[in-house]
Nanobody, 115 residues
């Protein structure tokens, strides 16, 4: 089992920045990728960004050039630096960890961007 705890959400004005953090604990050796998803009210949960154990990054087109995902393996932590935030970035952001046949979620953190 893997536990994920997110932090760093909040309210920010359009154009501002936030950094989300996700700390993983438990059977970390079973995980080969971590990422962030988001879900706005009435919408499906979509991938925002992911990063593999070898550092390969993947981003949704809507956040490319504005968001950066990174990881600190020593701290079992993945970060999402969000710059130039837009009102349409408002959502609950969920940390995700994947292994072979495994899929774990954090509890989510709210990000609200005001116009």
């Amino acid at each position: 089992q893997v536990q994920l705890v997110e932090s760093g959400g909040g309210l920010v004005q359009a154009g501002g920045s936030l950094r989300l953090s996700c700390v993983a604990s438990g059977d970390i050796s079973s995980i080969f990728a971590m990422g962030w998803y988001r879900q706005a009210p009435g919408k499906q949960r979509d991938l925002v960004a992911s990063i593999t154990n070898v550092g390969r990054e993947n981003y949704a087109d809507s956040v490319k050039g504005r968001f950066t995902i990174s990881r600190d393996n020593a701290k079992n932590t993945v970060y999402l630096q969000m710059n130039s935030l837009k009102p349409e970035d408002t959502a609950v952001y969920f940390c995700n960890a994947k292994g072979i046949g495994l899929n774990y979620w954090g509890q989510g953190t709210q990000v609200t961007v005001s116009s």
